[in-house]
């Protein structure tokens, strides 16, 4: 994937707005696409996931949308709070077992 | 219902020096796969295991890069002669069954080299 090197794109939210963060995938043979979260010093955390055959998903506090027509995924996060700071990826399964990444979305939320 | 644990959380060598990473997937998952992260960027694939078998090392950068699973559940990544380019957390993780699903991640090896 693209690489952003030290300075990922950051979305500053204040507390209780949604958020929404968007991502392009790159390969129109991937057919299922995860978001993850990733806190300083942790691994990634399974947020919510999607397949192709749906164009939205809802969890709790989170929605998923996929539009296959642009290849474009986006995650909405309803009343942001402090614990929802972080950096966020997409990842798309362009074939079997193996996830490509996007380059990561920063999100600093703000009192 | 521990998640997968790696270890060491941290490792510290000198260029030239081999290294082994371990992972342990959660009990019972089929898949397992190792992920290179480089600072400020996203994981990227290295290899993938269904149970013992390694299907995928496509994404492994050298041949320094060596992974192995051969009881299908603990699996151990080495780095022969370390570089410094290979300085980046490694981050293993496990999923249920054979692809298309969610991939659990661990909290990754910091591997710094000197």
């Known amino acids: 994937g693209e690489s952003v090197g030290l300075h990922l794109p950051t979305l500053s939210v204040q507390e209780g707005d949604n958020s929404i963060i968007n991502c392009a995938y790159s390969?129109?043979?991937?057919?299922?696409f995860i978001w993850y979260k990733q806190e300083s010093g942790k691994g990634p955390q399974f947020i919510i996931d999607?397949?192709?055959?749906?164009d939205k998903r809802q969890g709790q506090r989170v929605t998923v949308l996929l539009n296959k027509t642009v290849k474009h995924l986006s995650l909405q996060i309803a009343a942001t709070q402090p614990g929802d700071s972080a950096v966020y990826f997409c990842a798309e399964n362009p074939s079997r077992g193996k996830l490509q990444f996007g380059a990561g979305t920063q999100v600093v939320v703000t009192p | 219902g521990a998640g997968v644990s790696q270890s060491p959380r941290y490792k510290v060598a000198k260029r030239g020096q081999d290294v082994a990473l371990r992972c342990d997937p959660i009990s019972g998952h089929v898949s397992l796969f190792w992920y290179q992260q480089a600072l400020g960027q996203g994981p990227e694939f290295l290899t993938y295991f269904q149970n013992e078998a390694q299907l995928d090392k496509s994404g492994l950068p050298s041949d320094r890069f060596f992974a192995e699973r051969p009881e299908g559940s603990v699996s151990t990544l080495k780095i022969q002669r370390t570089q410094q380019e290979d300085s980046a957390v490694y981050l293993c993780a496990s999923s249920p069954g054979q692809s298309q699903e969610t991939q659990y991640f661990g909290p990754g090896t910091r591997l710094l080299v000197l």
């Open positions: 390969n129109s043979a991937s057919d299922y």
């Open positions: 999607i397949r192709s055959n749906m």
